[in-house]
């Protein structure tokens, strides 16, 4: 579930976007500028708002009335951009790995259990690369992929940090119509398998037409229209 | 000159070199990150005074530096107060005098680095969960490791080079603070090409070694 209403002063207009949704699937639309990163931007805490909140499955992330802020990494926002942005200096798994080390560093407080969680971490991590199909790339470098296995492991590397929420800003513009489709297929059973709510930037109608959920047109930092669409995943029927 | 001054010579240049790389290492890798985080005006002051003795002749880096170490100075008066001994014609000016002409190069080099690491994957490494340490150690450094070696590699070159500033603030005592700059220009300046030519053939040794171990470990990190 996710609630807020978050507002920035850009260079050119000024970003005011709100919106309250159970729903598992949130596609921002429009055209490029429009304000559609900076919105993703602003729900991960990458970029602090001028005014507004932001709620995330019950927690809040951000208040400006009350002064709350928590830090990206503190958010448990899986954020895929789009350049994917995977370690080049690292592995598959390491990538992987990365979130997972991280999201327990606070809790470990020795380098025993550290080894330990390492080892049963390392189970569901395979159980990732396993549904992502990636297994079998766990020691290449992102440089020896392909576009649409670099976005798996992207997407398996958001997963496996514990997010709650997936943001993914235009997931399919560098891929071919073969590859796009099988994306969507994708991300339609990640939502599924995973019960993670995705919010998805795109520019394209037709790749937006793919996703139930709420379709939310944003234009120069505004919202100008918002269509509910019924899944065909679950009965969940806005109004 | 006999061959004990000629080592002494050579292994006090070493000495003086590494230590001087190893603090120029730490101190100009830290201000190029914490300087390149900010674009506050005291700041850029500051990264102007680090980088100004790379512009200056180095008698004038030397004359400052003699102002700043000297018994009169604040800095020299409180060493002098403590120890009853002057900074200056000991060895330890003469790192002061290399960490000040090389710190622009690796500081230089380092901010090269580090502005070349693509800030998303940063950004990335944050919403995965690192704090802002662990985004240094795991991404930023290794990722600018190439720089950061050449920078190494350069303060190294120009702290075993160091001439000017180190004649003015640490003298040319045979055994003490003679270096091989130093050396070598005395014994060419007296006509004893004997020792002129060792010592040139010892900084050459020591350069070309010096390159071909960056160039490998460059190399072995490229093949990645």
Sequence with gaps: MIDFHLVKQLNAFTLDVAHTTESPFLILMGPSGSGKTTLLNLISGLTTPDKGYLRLNGRLLFDHDTGVSLPPRDRRIGYIFQSLALFPHMTVLQNVMFGVRHRHRGELHSQIQERVMGRDHRQSIHEQLDFLKIEHLSSKYPAELSGGERQRVAIARALSSEADILLMDEPFASLDRANRDNAIQLLLSVQSHYQKAIILVTHSPEEADAFPGDHLEILCGKPVSLKRRSGFLDDSVNS | ?224
């Design chain 2, 1 to 224: 000159m006999s061959h004990p001054l000629i080592l002494s010579a050579v292994l006090l240049s070493l000495r003086i070199a590494a230590l001087s790389t190893l603090f120029t290492g730490v101190l100009g890798t830290l201000l190029a990150r914490k300087l390149s985080q900010t674009k506050k005006t005291s700041f850029r002051v500051i990264e102007t005074l680090v980088v100004l003795p790379m512009v200056l002749p180095p008698s004038i880096v030397g004359y400052l530096l003699l102002l700043a170490l000297g018994k009169n100075s604040w800095l020299g008066g409180l060493i002098f107060a403590a120890t009853g001994k002057t900074l200056l014609f000991s060895w330890p000016a003469a790192v002061i005098a290399a960490v000040i002409v090389s710190l622009p190069l690796m500081y230089q080099s380092a901010r090269a680095g580090f502005q070349g690491v693509d800030q998303r994957l940063e950004n990335a490494a944050r919403t995965l969960g690192a704090n802002e340490w662990h985004i240094f150690t795991e991404i930023t450094l290794p990722l600018a490791k190439p720089k950061l070696l050449t920078g190494l590699a350069l303060s190294f070159a120009r702290a075993i080079g160091e001439f000017g500033a180190t004649l003015m603030v640490a003298g040319n005592i045979p055994g003490k603070t003679q270096t091989i700059p130093t050396a070598l220009y005395f014994a060419a300046e007296g006509g004893d090409h004997a020792t002129a030519d060792a010592l040139m053939l010892i900084s050459l040794f020591i350069g070309i070694t010096a390159m071909f171990s960056v160039n490998f470990i460059l190399d072995k990190s490229r093949t990645q």
